[in-house]
């Protein structure tokens, strides 16, 4: 899951970004509405924070910028002000939901949850591919009923490969989705954790679900041994 903050207020950004890459997600950074904006027409996300006070170009018109464009990414606004004509105008500019400052974490994280199921509809709650099971709300995995324990990383790897199950997936795909656009690192990492899964999730179940598709990426399905 990837998700675009656009802040200008940059310490608050970065608690946000923080809190956000420890549930699992890949943030992306913005800290004024035109470099909001062009990170939004130009990548995919699954659900844009917009401060309402931005440089520039404030929130609502960013926000009504993207709809005007075709784009229908899920809109959280954040704002200072808490009237209900001001939630209104952020609603009626096209935003899915208003959080006002200060906020709690969990809950506006539970909210985020809750406006990619809303995004996604078409996306089942629980993944099943064979017996292993994901399910992305409760951030749980399991194959053969049985929990696995992963780290937040792997797991948003594990539901990215879900998401496309039985299509090729290149490393370059994983690491846009995954990790952020800060990422300077070698594309290998994408080994990494892929290796860390097939530990987890295969060799104990002697299953072949992650397989490596030569020169082209890595492919989720069923795996070899798995109950019809």
Request: include cysteine; aromatic fraction near 6%.
């Amino acid at each position: 899951m990837r998700i675009l903050v656009v802040e200008d207020d940059r310490r608050l950004a970065e608690l946000l970004s923080r809190g956000l890459v420890g549930e699992g997600y890949a943030v992306d950074m913005a800290h004024d509405g035109p470099r909001g904006l062009e990170l939004a027409l130009q990548n995919e996300y699954d659900v844009l924070v917009l401060d309402v006070m931005l440089p520039r170009l404030n929130g609502l018109r960013l926000c009504a910028q993207l709809r005007q464009e075709g784009v229908w990414t899920p809109v959280l606004m954040l704002t200072a002000k808490d009237g209900e004509y001001d939630q209104a105008e952020g609603l009626d500019t096209g935003a899915d939901d208003y959080v006002t400052k200060p906020f709690s974490f969990v809950a506006l994280a539970a909210r985020l949850r809750a406006l990619i199921r809303r995004g996604r509809p078409e996306r089942p709650s629980v993944i099943r591919i064979g017996d292993l099971e994901i399910d992305p709300a409760g951030r749980h995995c399991r194959r053969g009923g049985r929990e696995m324990a992963l780290t937040a990383r792997e797991f948003a790897v594990l539901e990215y490969l879900a998401s496309r199950k039985g299509q090729t997936v290149s490393k370059c795909e994983v690491l846009e989705h995954v990790w952020d656009d800060r990422f300077d690192g070698d594309v290998n990492i994408v080994e990494v954790y892929i290796s860390a899964l097939r530990r987890k999730l295969d060799t104990p179940f002697e299953r072949r679900s992650i397989r490596t598709v030569r020169g082209a990426g890595y492919r989720l399905d069923a795996g070899e041994g798995t109950p019809p």
